[in-house]
C-alpha cells in the first residue's frame, strides 16, 4: 500500500499531530468545471477547510501514485490538463500503473481516503441509480462504495439527472444512512428539497458525529451521505433548472451517451443550458459543504 499511496507535507504532518483531515475529489475539478474556476474553486475549498480547523487533502492520481494531498503546482497542472481519465473503482489499478492522470470520482475517492485513514470527505453531488436505469443499468458505483467503504460523504444531495426514488432506494437496500444537516427532505443539488425525505434530520454537528461513531464503532461498514441543501441565496430557480435538466437528459439519450461519459455529459449540457448559472450554484455548494465538513472532522476527531 506504501508504494501507491503518497501524502502531500501538509497531510503527512497533520496526521501525525492527530489533527482533522477531510478528504476531497477531484472529477469535480477535471470533469465537473472548466479551467479556471475549478482550480480556483479547488483552492479557496482547501483554504475553507483550514480556516474551520481542518486540514484538505485533495485527492488524484499522478504518475502512477494516489496523490492525497496535492501542493499548489501538483493542482494547477491537474486543472489545467486535458484528457485526464476519470477513475472510479474500476479504472484504479489500470490507471496507476500506466500512470495516467486521474481524477477520483466519489467511489475512488473514498477508497483513497480510507487508504490514508480518512474519515470525511466534501463534495459537490454523489453518483446514483439515473433515470432510465431499469433498461440500461445505469447505477454509479458511488453507491456501492458508500455501501462498504467507511467514509462519510458530505454532499449537496444528488442532481436529479438521476432518479432520487431509486437512488434512495438502492442506499436503503445497502444499509447507507442518508442525514439531512438542518432539513427533512434530500436536498437535489441546486435546489434545497426535493419530494424524497432524508432517512434522519440532525440538527447539529455533533449528532452527525456521534451517529458516524456508533456505526463505525459497531463495526456497520460503508459510508454515510450527509446531505447539506445549498444556501437560499444560491439556489436556481426551480423551474429554469428541471427544464436544463429535461433537455440534457434528451440529449444524452439521442446522442447515445452511456457509462462514464453519462454525468459529465450532462454536467456539461446543463452549464451550457443555463448560461452558466448552474456552475456558480455549484461552486457556492460545495463552498458550503466544505465549512460543515470541516466542523464536522474537527467534532469527530475528539470524540475519537
Ligand atoms: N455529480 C455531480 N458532480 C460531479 C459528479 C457527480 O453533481 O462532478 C461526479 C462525481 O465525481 C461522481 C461521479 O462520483 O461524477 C459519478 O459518475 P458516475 O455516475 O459515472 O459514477
Ligand atoms: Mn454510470
Known amino acids: 500500500m506504501k508504494k501507491y499511496v503518497e501524502l502531500s507535507t501538509e497531510v503527512s504532518q497533520a496526521m501525525e499531530q492527530g489533527k482533522p483531515v477531510v478528504a476531497l ?27 474551520n480547523g481542518a486540514v484538505p487533502a485533495t485527492i488524484a492520481l499522478i504518475d502512477g501514485k494516489i496523490k492525497v494531498g496535492l501542493t499548489d503546482e501538483e493542482l494547477e497542472q491537474f486543472g489545467n490538463s486535458k484528457g485526464v481519465a476519470k477513475v472510479s473503482r474500476r479504472d484504479l489499478p489500470y490507471i496507476l500503473a500506466t500512470k495516467q492522470l486521474g481524477a477520483t470520482t466519489v467511489a475512488a475517492t473514498m477508497i483513497c481516503a480510507a487508504l490514508a485513514d480518512i474519515k470525511i470527505f466534501v463534495t459537490g453531488g454523489i453518483g446514483g441509480v439515473h433515470r432510465g436505469a ?11 462504495e458508500l455501501a462498504q467503504t467507511d467514509v462519510a ?18 442506499l436503503e437496500t445497502k444499509g447507507v444512512p442518508v442525514i439531512g444537516y438542518q432539513t427533512e427532505t434530500l436536498p437535489a443539488f441546486y435546489t434545497r428539497s426535493s419530494e424524497f425525505p432524508v432517512n434522519f434530520k440532525a440538527d447539529d454537528v455533533d ?14 461498514h460503508g459510508g454515510a451521505v450527509i446531505a447539506n441543501p445549498i444556501p437560499e441565496e444560491h ?7 428541471h427544464t436544463a435538466i429535461e433537455t440534457a437528459v434528451k440529449e ?14 450532462l454536467l456539461g449540457k446543463i452549464k451550457e443550458i ?18 460543515l465538513g470541516a466542523k464536522l472532522a474537527v467534532e469527530l476527531n475528539e470524540l475519537n
Open 153 to 170: 460523504v458530505v454532499c449537496a444531495g444528488a442532481k436529479s439527472i438521476l432518479d432520487l426514488g431509486l437512488t434512495m432506494e438502492y
Open 25 to 51: 475529489e477531484s472529477t469535480i475539478i477535471s470533469h465537473g468545471m472548466p479551467y479556471p474556476q475549478n482550480v480556483q474553486t479547488a483552492r479557496e475549498v482547501e483554504q475553507i477547510i483550514r480556516d
Open 134 to 144: 431499469e433498461t440500461t443499468m445505469d447505477v454509479s458505483a458511488d453507491l456501492e
Open 235 to 241: 439556489a436556481m430557480p426551480e423551474e429554469e433548472i
Open 207 to 220: 449528532v452527525l458525529a456521534n451517529t458516524l461513531k456508533a456505526k463505525w464503532d459497531l463495526n456497520l
Open 274 to 291: 443555463t448560461g452558466g448559472k448552474s456552475l456558480d450554484s455549484n461552486i457556492a455548494l460545495v463552498k458550503n459543504n466544505a465549512v
Open 252 to 265: 444524452a439519450a439521442e446522442n447515445g451517451i452511456s457509462g462514464k461519459d453519462t454525468t459529465p455529459f
